[in-house]
């Protein structure tokens, strides 16, 4: 059974600096992408990130970019997001994804990734 647990959220300061981790359990994510998406109140689940599991290439939002960086811990199976400088508008429910080849060519579709996490709460006060 695919399960991925995500952990790490919280409320911040504006500036401020989180980091989620999804673990990955129940299959083998080698040729997977694994990416994280956000939800706020009232909006659409929007990609935030993604990393090959293979690789490590890497994807970002435009809004994130220079702020956020993804990575993964092969060993333990985890995906890793870490925010920094955190801004109010980055609040949000942040969920961890995982897809196959489905994903290659259009990664930023929520409907390209098989499995999801439950989500952790990002709060960031201004």
């Known amino acids: 059974q695919v399960q991925l647990v995500e952990s790490g959220g919280g409320l911040v300061q504006t500036g401020g600096s989180l980091r989620l981790s999804c673990a990955a359990s129940?299959?083998?994510?080698?040729?997977?992408?694994m990416g994280w998406f956000r939800q706020a109140p009232g909006k659409e689940r929007e990609f935030v990130s993604n990393?090959?599991?293979?690789?490590?290439?890497?994807a970002y939002v435009d809004s994130v970019k220079g702020r956020f960086t993804i990575s993964r811990d092969a060993a333990k199976n985890t995906v890793y997001l870490q925010m920094n400088n955190l801004k109010p508008e980055d609040t949000a429910v942040y969920y961890c994804?995982?897809?196959?080849?489905?994903?290659?060519?259009?990664?930023?579709?929520?409907?390209?990734?098989?499995?999801w996490g439950q989500g952790t709460q990002v709060t960031v006060s201004s």
């Open positions: 129940g299959h083998t994510f080698n040729s997977y992408v």
């Open positions: 994804a995982a897809g196959a080849y489905r994903v290659y060519n259009d990664y930023t579709n929520i409907n390209r990734y098989d499995y």
């Open positions: 990393i090959r599991w293979n690789g490590g290439n890497t």
